[in-house]
């Protein structure tokens, strides 16, 4: 395989990974964490830096609930499925009751520390 070939190749499907995420909405961290990987070195899988083997590919594909066929289309346009803004709201009104959720933990918590304090 010609070296171009490659570079190409793996912008591509660093592209379609791209896609993918945004239309679930997610974060690179999100992805990241997904596969045990750190930010930077998903990044690099998304713009094509990486070579990315085959047990990679399957991984995100079954992050994403696809097939490795959908992430090495050569045709692909982010536009075809980008995310509604609906969806995006409701991954952000999830992150936030999950953060809301998380407080009241800490203040049920810390009242019960001071409670027993006394």
Not at 17 to 36: K, N, P, Y
Not at 81 to 98: T, V
């Amino acid at each position: 395989m010609s070296e171009l070939f490659k570079k190409k190749t793996n912008k591509t499907i660093g592209k379609n990974i791209r896609t993918f995420r945004h239309q679930h909405g997610w974060s690179q961290e999100d992805v990241a964490s997904r596969l045990g990987i750190s930010i930077p070195a998903f990044s690099k899988i998304e713009t094509g830096v990486t070579d990315i083997n085959l047990s990679r590919l399957e991984q995100i594909a079954n992050i994403y609930e696809i097939e490795v066929a959908q992430l090495l289309s050569l045709d692909m346009e982010e536009e075809e499925i980008e995310p509604s803004n609906l969806s995006i709201l409701q991954k952000k009104l999830a992150d936030r009751e999950l953060e809301i959720a998380n407080l009241q933990r800490k203040v049920i918590l810390l009242y019960e520390e001071l409670r027993n304090k006394s």
